[in-house]
Antibody, heavy 117, light 110 residues
């Protein structure tokens, strides 16, 4: 059973960079797409972007200028960096496996990131 | 990119059926059969219940079914049960190799 676990700071200051890591266990990270998805409190899901284990990425156009994703296959981990954050970036951040590139079959439990000074 | 359009809420009595629509465009829902649906209970991560328009993952009740016509996909929940009360999200792959979600539909079982 594949399991995903997000980790990273729960509090980030405005204008700084949000950094999260997702650790994959119970299966190999190789030959799959991996996504980040976020959900502000009381609101819907927003796809942030995805990365293939080759390092190829696709990002949400609305966030593209601020997003960087990377993958470390030796550690079975992939990561998200979101720069120049504001209060609007406060949300629960989920990592998920994008099976075949377009459906999310395994999700992490989510981690709340608050942007505040 | 704009979200797919879902009704904010639907409701039904136990045993009844409900349908949730998900309207997109020819660049997402209408472009491919890559529409999926997710069920989210409060405080929990979303769960995949339908993929590729009308396929159910192993372990998902056959009371959940999906369909698509043109640029609009639909999720039907038949034989409503109390445990079905949750928020449901549709998602579609796009011609730009990105992903979109709908705004979510809260299902209330009366």
């Amino acid at each position: 059973q594949v399991q995903l676990q997000e980790s990273g700071p729960g509090l980030v200051k405005p204008s700084e960079t949000l950094s999260l890591t997702c650790t994959v266990s119970g299966g190999s990270i190789n030959s799959h797409y991996w996504s980040w998805i976020r959900q502000p409190a009381g609101k819907g899901l927003e796809w942030i972007g995805r990365i293939y284990t080759s390092g190829s990425t696709n990002y949400n156009p609305s966030l593209k200028s601020r997003v960087t994703m990377s993958v470390d296959t030796s550690k079975n981990q992939f990561s998200l960096k979101l720069s120049s954050v504001t209060a609007a970036d406060t949300a629960v951040y989920y990592c998920a496996r994008s099976l075949d590139g377009w459906l999310f079959d395994y999700w992490g439990q989510g981690t709340l990131v608050t942007v505040s000074s | 990119q704009s979200a797919l359009t879902q009704p904010a809420s639907v409701s039904g009595s136990p045993g009844q059926s409900i349908t949730i629509s998900c309207a997109g465009t020819g660049y997402d829902v209408g472009a491919y059969n890559y529409v999926s649906w997710y069920q989210q209970h409060p405080g929990k991560a979303p769960k995949l219940i339908i993929y590729d328009v009308n396929n159910r993952p192993s372990g998902v009740s056959n009371r959940f079914s999906g369909s698509k016509s043109g640029n609009t996909a639909s999720l039907t929940v038949s034989g409503l049960q109390a445990e079905d009360e949750a928020t449901y999200y549709c998602s579609s792959y796009t011609t730009s190799s990105t992903q979109k979600f709908g705004g979510g539909t809260k299902l209330t079982v009366l």
